[in-house]
């Protein structure tokens, strides 16, 4: 069976202000183990960032999450490794809904400090990729090689 590491960021998205220009976002991220102990993670030390685009909508301008950035920071991502950004409703992602995710398979080897992209693409309402709707972000590494 494969392993799989989870690196969550926490953080609370903040509502977005008309002609708001910036990102005061602050993530903080905390490993994860699954089953019935901890998995040793290939990846610790990473960033994630989020990329929002701010779109206009009859109601006037709607910021909208379209893709996380993940980098790895200490080790190289071996051809195979899956990443997938979960995107949650909910503080605690135990209990929380999934509500917009992406994900990417490596067709090669990745150096560390190379930004990888990952695209929002699977939505479970319309719109569930808006700030408003977003508590909390989940990088999940599957290791081809576990």
């Given amino acids: 069976m494969q392993a799989l590491v989870f690196i969550a960021i926490f ?17 903080w991220i905390q490993e994860f183990g699954v089953g019935e102990g901890d998995i040793d ?3 610790l030390g990473t960033e994630l960032s ?3 685009e701010r779109v206009e909508t009859p ?14 920071l200490d080790t190289d991502l071996d051809q195979g490794t ?14 929380a809904l999934i509500i917009a995710t992406g994900f ?12 990888i992209p990952i695209l929002i693409t699977e939505l479970a309402f319309a719109d569930s ?16 090689s576990q």
């Fill in 59 to 72: 109601n006037g301008p709607d910021d909208f999450i379209t893709a996380c950035e993940f980098t790895s």
């Fill in 82 to 95: 899956k990443i997938h950004c979960k995107l949650f409703n909910g503080p605690n992602i135990e209990t």
């Fill in 129 to 144: 990729n808006h700030v408003d709707f977003v508590e909390n972000v989940l990088a999940e590494v599957q290791n081809p």
């Fill in 104 to 115: 990417v398979e490596l067709n090669q080897l990745v150096p560390m400090n190379t930004v």
């Fill in 41 to 43: 993670s290939p990846v």
């Fill in 11 to 27: 953080g609370v998205i903040s509502i977005f202000g008309v002609g708001f220009l910036g990102n005061d976002m602050k993530l």
């Fill in 50 to 52: 989020l990329l929002i």
